[in-house]
């Protein structure tokens, strides 16, 4: 076990090749702002594992170590790509994240190939987990309209 300190970084953005998004530690901006905002839900909700960068409320990421230590109020997990194919593995049958150029697309199909959820964004973890929240509120929908 890694009993280390936990690494904490302030959120600054680093330059980046034109077109590409500004990175924190190695995320897009928008990709936090979603974590932050529109996916809190889920992101407040995931338990840290080691390796997992948390987002705390004063905008500084810090890395969680081995045994990770629970979420303090307001923060965090900013999920990595892994973790969200698992989510959504949850939630659809089949799943397909693809490049093409700058942009990354996030499919997502039920158990007889119909899209649930088809995503475009900037990177491929802001399409999936913007693909998980898709998928999430069409069958909260559907439940509330039975």
């Not at 500004?22 to 936090?32: D, E, I, M, N």
């Not at 594992?49 to 081995?66: H, M, S």
């Not at 995503?119 to 559907?142: D, G, I, Y």
Request: proline share 7%; with cysteine; net charge negative.
């Amino acid at each position: 076990m890694n009993h280390a300190e936990p690494e904490s970084r302030a959120i600054t953005l680093t330059g980046s090749r034109s077109g590409e998004p500004p990175t924190v530690r190695g995320f897009a901006a928008s990709y936090l702002r979603l974590c932050r905002g529109q996916a809190r839900s889920v992101t407040a909700a995931l338990e840290p594992q080691a390796g997992d960068w948390l987002l705390r409320p004063d905008g500084e990421l810090e890395l969680a170590v081995d045994p990770p230590r629970p979420l303090a109020a307001d923060e965090l997990v900013v999920p990595r790509l892994d973790r969200l194919v698992q989510l959504l593995r949850g939630e659809a049958e089949s799943l397909v994240i693809d490049c093409h150029t700058a942009d990354y697309a996030c499919v997502a199909f039920d158990g007889d190939g119909r899209s649930l959820a088809n995503v475009v964004a900037r990177t491929p973890e802001e399409a999936a987990l913007r693909a998980l929240l898709f998928v999430q509120a069409e069958k909260a929908a559907n439940e509330q309209s039975r």
